[in-house]
Every structure is written in C-alpha cells, then in structure tokens.
C-alpha cells in the first residue's frame, strides 16, 4: 500500500507565494505520473500540474507562468511552488500518484488527503 502525504497549504494573501510538499512511502516499485489536482468549493477536482515520468510537465493554462512543479525520483516526492497567488486559486490542492508495488502488479492511482489553500486578504 502506498501513501501520499501533503504539507505547506495555509492563508496567503493575494501576489503572496505558497510551497506544497508530498512525499510517497510504502511499497513502491515505481512511480509512473506524480502531479497536483484542486478541488474549490462547488467545482469539479481539476488537473493543476503534472510531471509524468520520462515526458514532459503538464500545466493547466490557468496557472502557466505562476506556478513551477518539480518531482525527485529518488525520493518520491513532487513540489508544487506557487507564485504570484489569487483569490481565484483558492481549492483543497491534492497530490496524486501512479504506481505499482512490483513489477507485475497494474498501476495504481493513489491519492494524497488534500492539503487547504486559501487566497484572501
């Protein structure tokens, strides 16, 4: 079984910066797509940056520019910095991963219990 475990949500102002950490424990063999999802009230879950392995990032238009995401392989952990904040990116950001426990195992999707972000002065 693999867990996700999220840090760094919290209150910021609006231009203000954030940081978000997950970190991947548990049996894994290897780790396909690590990336970030947000979910704001009344919305559907939405693909916020994804860094598949061997491809490159993927970014939703909305936070191109503003926000970097970088992933460790050897540590299985993804990094979402977030930059130049707005109130209109204020979600639950959850990480997300695919995985196998071994070689011949089918991939898994496993995902973190979200981590709050609030954008507001």
């Known amino acids: 079984q693999v867990q996700l475990v999220e840090s760094g949500g919290g209150l910021v102002q609006p231009g203000g910066s954030l940081r978000l950490s997950c970190a991947a424990s548990?049996?894994?063999?290897?780790?396909?797509?690590m990336g970030w999802y947000r979910q704001a009230p009344g919305k559907r879950r939405e693909l916020v940056a994804t860094v598949p392995s061997g491809a490159s990032t993927v970014y939703a238009d909305s936070v191109k520019g503003r926000f970097i995401v970088s992933r460790d392989n050897a540590k299985h952990t993804v990094v979402l910095q977030m930059n130049s904040l707005k109130p209109e990116d204020t979600a639950v950001y959850f990480c997300k991963a695919i995985t196998k426990p071994n070689a011949v195992t089918a991939w898994n999707e496993v995902w973190g219990q979200g981590t709050q972000v609030t954008v507001s002065s």
């Open positions: 548990g049996k894994i063999f290897s780790i396909d797509v």
